[in-house]
């Protein structure tokens, strides 16, 4: 490779064939990529073709004869040596896939320097897993998590040159359990196959695992939890896969494993419940009391219906039209940039997130893992509710492509509280309504959403047994209502759905932990026409 003046890094540039004709080809260091450009082009040519270096999976030595087709008179004249780049390649909706192209000479060493030369700029990739840690659910979702893997996931694993430990879990807890006992630091990731339950579960035994290395009371509400720098990768293989979506932009397999191989790093927040100074659960999606509560707690009934269920509990929890009198005290996210009624959303390098980045390591150097919190702070709502929804993250799934709150960040160390007032069925359906369309789903009176960075809920039947869980100021508790519906009038409580779990009681204390994990994602790319793929269309119609 020749070193290029100011001691700039290093470009390699040869004449090589592909398919029927020859093309320049560059190995461009100094700016990252693969490049590649017909000296003779057609009319409507001119642009180059490139892919970078970061997302090239693999290259590989070829025997020529088996891969392409016949090329004339070059086949006569000497024995053709060959190399094959894997790369990604970008296809609609977020989705990726693996692609490859492949390029030949005549001259056996300049086939090696190339191969040599692309081998090395990826040995360089760092970020890149070589060891990986997978956990699979078999009965989850339509019970294809071993399948998907087998035929889907591994393949590209291989490939790529990452070795797996893989175990097949065979109850509940079973990789929350084995995290908390297995030496995790000798892996680059952690791994899951199946849906946002699996997920929790993997991120509950990595969470607890750094805890209980670093000596933290997980019990204590105020703690300041550890960081955990080994990334979860999610293969969706469940019944849902709101987590993948929301940080993918679409729930696929394959490109899920193409963003754990080519190692991307999305941090992501963490909320802590906790009831009497005794944790509960992580949150990172949906913390809903109230109308997503009764859903999940019908649902599980109804497992065996499948995903179904959710249609039927649904539309049976709507007709029960229960709401719920309680007290909910929040301490506003004033360092947070950005509201919950902004028109722009979370995507790939997102400025709020990388600034709440920058924020949690200079708070991070300045006072180490001390926490501040400003009791004066504190806001307090009362009121009757049909819905009341902590979110990190949009929450958006394909029947709702803008989650429950379009503008909510993946990494901003606060939550975006949705309180859901009571309100007649028509409006309450007005409102769900607008999660699947295009308008302003807080554009009603009766719906307030605020941006937080940790909230308190209870409701009256608990105010006399677990009012220490307010422990801000003096009690500030409504009148419990007592005015149901026929319908519902022995409805006093409803559940929490904690990502698709269950969380009885009804008193909480939830708290947002920046940027606790890392996830092998990027975020969700700006849905634009990608250059290289633009590229790759049209080397696929010149060859």
């Known amino acids: 490779m020749e070193r290029l003046p100011g001691g700039r890094r290093s470009r390699l540039v040869s004449s090589l064939g592909l398919g029927r004709r020859s093309w320049e080809v560059t190995l461009d260091e100094e700016r990252g990529r693969l490049a590649w450009r017909d000296p003779r082009p057609p009319r409507r040519a001119g642009e180059n073709c490139f892919v970078p270096i970061s997302e090239i999976i693999a290259v590989e030595e070829t025997e020529f004869n088996k891969k392409q087709r016949n090329i004339g008179r070059w086949q006569k004249m000497a024995k053709l040596h060959a190399f094959t780049v894997y790369y990604v390649k970008r296809a609609r909706n977020h989705r990726w896939r693996c692609s490859d192209v492949t390029f030949w000479c005549v001259d056996e060493h300049l086939c090696n320097q190339w191969t040599q030369a692309l081998k090395e700029l990826l040995e360089m990739q760092k970020s890149r897993p070589k060891q990986l840690l997978v956990y699979i659910n078999p009965y989850g979702g339509k019970r294809q998590g071993k399948r998907i893997y087998e035929q889907k996931v591994a393949p590209l694993f291989s490939l790529a040159s990452?070795?797996?430990?893989?175990?097949?879990?065979?109850h509940a807890n079973h990789a929350k359990d084995n995290l908390l006992e297995v030496n995790i630091y000798k892996y680059d990731g952690?791994?899951?196959?199946?849906?946002d339950g699996m997920f929790s579960e993997v991120m509950h035994g990595l969470i607890g695992r750094m805890q209980k290395d670093s000596g933290i009371d997980q019990n204590n509400p105020k703690a300041s939890l550890v960081q955990c720098n080994i990334r979860i990768g999610i293969i969706p293989a469940g019944s849902t896969d709101c987590i993948c979506y929301s940080t993918v932009g679409i729930s696929d397999p394959v490109t899920s494993a193409l963003h754990i191989i080519v190692g991307d790093c999305q941090p992501l927040d963490v909320s802590s419940v906790h009831h009497n100074n005794t944790f509960l659960k992580y949150s990172v999606s949906l913390l809903g009391y109230g109308f997503y509560g009764d859903i999940l707690k019908d649902s599980e009934k109804k497992r065996w219906m499948g995903p179904m269920r959710y249609d039927y509990s649904g539309l049976k929890t709507f007709l029960s039209h229960h709401y719920y009198e309680g007290t909910i005290a929040y301490q506003p996210a004033k360092q947070t940039h950005g509201s919950p009624r902004d028109k722009d959303s979370c995507r790939t390098g997102c400025y709020i997130c990388k600034k709440s980045e920058k924020q949690l390591a200079e708070q991070t150097k300045e006072h180490g893992l001390k926490h501040e919190e400003g009791e004066e702070d504190w806001k307090v709502i009362k009121g009757k509710f049909l819905a009341i929804n902590a979110v990190n993250m949009s929450c958006a799934c394909p029947r709702s492509p803008k989650g429950l709150s379009p503008a909510a960040h993946l990494a901003d160390g606060s939550a975006d509280l949705i309180l859901v007032r009571k309100c007649s069925r028509f409006d309450f359906l007005r409102y769900l309504v607008r999660h699947t369309n295009q308008d302003d789903q807080f554009d009603f009176p009766f719906v307030d959403v605020y941006r937080v960075k940790g909230f308190q809920f209870t409701s009256k039947l608990s105010e006399d047994n677990e009012s220490n869980v307010m422990d801000i100021g003096k009690k500030r508790f409504g009148q419990f209502c007592r005015d149901h519906p026929a319908c519902c009038c022995n409805i006093v409580n409803s559940i929490w759905n904690c990502d698709g779990e269950t969380l009885d009681g009804s008193?909480?204390?939830?708290?947002?932990?920046?940027?606790?994990?890392?996830?092998?994602?990027?975020?969700?790319?700006?849905?634009?026409?990608d250059e290289a793929a633009y590229n790759q269309n049209r080397i696929d119609q010149l060859l």
Do not use: P, W, Y
């Open 162 to 170: 990452i070795s797996t430990d893989v175990v097949i879990t065979e």
């Open 190 to 195: 952690v791994v899951c196959v199946g849906g």
């Open 507 to 529: 008193a909480i204390e939830v708290r947002v932990h920046c940027q606790l994990v890392k996830l092998f994602a990027r975020g969700i790319e700006e849905n634009c026409k």
